[in-house]
């Protein structure tokens, strides 16, 4: 598998380490204390939003966001070849997922809402009956939403989300029935199957994404470092992984480490940082989107048992300038197959299955929220190749494929667009 280094063309003239961005956008806030050697040599500062590549401040705390601190230039970006008609507007989007089955598509918002968008134009309905306790502070709330495999029979959905505790704040990952009556809609039987171990303080770099495997038999949850960095490499730490489960959150037998058991046991992969982009392509391979610090965000084929560096290894540096090894061919670590430095800051993934835009079936697609911008990389088994960057004029939080093949963007902060992509006349 070779590497290739992707540029984003965001030509970055200065770093501003005090940028500020809307609430919920993953940008900026109050420093937090780093564990080991970590302290005092940069982490990410933000205040609530994904600076994704947050930027490093003296004292070592991460920014807890994920957006890229604004710089003074702008990116250079190709013709988009499609045409964008808005369907709605959320405040703090945060996931998009099509109901198999229906004309539904389920968008969660940040504050802790589920809403249901008919497709068909029918009225738009809010889920009643979601969790409670739920925390929204920088990075937290409710997160992302995925049908089961059996959804079509069993009306189940699986949600990530955010609560506090002793020793802090966590992801967690619970299902539920979805009830849909079309004029309204509630979910029963509310479970939490799985809880970020450990927690931590601050509110950043949750990642909480999920994926099911091709057969339906395993359910994928990024796990972000928190901000921590160190925790990456440590295999009795659930920080910085990504997690291979049951569909009832139990570590799925045949992971890697599985014969440690407690939190060792649900890992599948380690050496992460902030990975909000999860799916697979038509062959079964997982792949990921991960928010490097300043520069080198990276998409990673995501194999059983390997180790993808962080901290001890990225394509970024430090956002107070101190550098990070770059991944090197004999470092035992596993470099990614696309790049981006400067930051493109990735809060999304979707790998395109449909035929409506042809020539991009089988292709990585990216939502870029700090270069408001939608990203496709050329995959070809299990290689990536070139990138195409189309501004968008605004952050990108999520992308999602329609049942008709259509491509669907919804835009992160408040007033966010839900935008359906078909291709230009």
């Known amino acids: 598998m070779g590497q290739r280094r992707l540029t984003s063309a965001l030509a970055v003239a200065s770093l501003l380490l005090a940028s500020c961005a809307g609430e919920g956008s993953e940008e900026a806030t109050s420093p937090e204390p780093v564990s080991g050697a970590e302290a005092g040599n940069g982490s990410d500062v933000g205040n609530g939003s994904d600076v994704g590549n947050g930027s490093d401040v003296e004292n070592g705390a991460e920014p807890e966001t994920d957006a890229e601190p604004e710089t003074d230039a702008e990116a250079e970006t190709d013709a988009v070849p499609f045409a964008v008609e808005e369907q709605a507007t959320y405040d703090s989007p945060w996931a998009l997922e099509f109901l198999p089955g229906t004309s539904k598509l389920a968008v969660t918002l940040q504050a802790g809402e589920l809403v249901l968008h008919d497709l068909a134009g029918a009225d738009e309905v809010s889920v009643e009956g979601l969790p409670e306790g739920i925390v929204v502070d920088g990075q937290g709330g409710l997160g992302d939403v995925v ?175 101190q550098e990070i090894p770059d991944h090197t061919e004999d470092d035992d670590f596993t470099a990614p197959l696309a790049w981006w430095t400067p930051a493109i800051s990735p809060g999304s993934l979707m790998i395109y299955q449909g035929e409506l835009f042809p020539e991009w079936t089988g292709d990585a697609f990216l939502g870029a929220l700090s270069g408001e911008a939608l990203v496709r990389v050329e995959l070809d088994g299990d290689t990536a190749g070139e990138d195409e960057i189309w501004d968008m004029g605004a952050r990108i939080r999520d992308v999602a494929e329609a049942p008709d093949g259509s491509i669907w963007l919804i835009e992160d902060g408040d007033g966010a667009g839900l935008l359906r992509l078909t291709p230009a006349e």
């Open 147 to 321: 049908a089961a495999p059996d959804f079509e029979e069993s009306g189940r959905i699986y949600l990530s989300w955010v609560t506090s505790g002793e020793g802090g704040t966590g992801a967690v990952v619970g299902h539920a029935e979805l009830v849909d009556s079309g004029a309204s809609a509630e979910l029963r039987d509310l479970t939490v199957i799985w809880e970020q171990d450990p927690r931590a303080s601050g509110s950043g770099h949750f990642s909480h994404r999920m994926a099911f495997s091709a057969d339906g038999e395993y359910l994928f949850v990024t796990s972000g470092d928190r901000q921590l960095l160190d925790p990456a490499q440590d295999l009795s730490s659930g920080l910085g992984k990504i997690m291979r489960l049951t569909p009832e959150g139990e570590p799925a037998p045949g992971n890697p480490y599985a014969d440690e058991g407690g939190v060792t046991a649900q890992i599948w992969t380690s050496g992460h940082r902030n990975a909000l982009g999860i799916d697979l392509d038509a062959e079964g391979r997982l792949w990921s989107s991960e928010m490097g610090p300043a520069g080198g965000d990276e998409l990673n084929l995501i194999e059983e048992g390997q180790n993808y560096g962080w901290p001890e290894a990225s394509n970024g540096e430090h956002y107070d300038g």
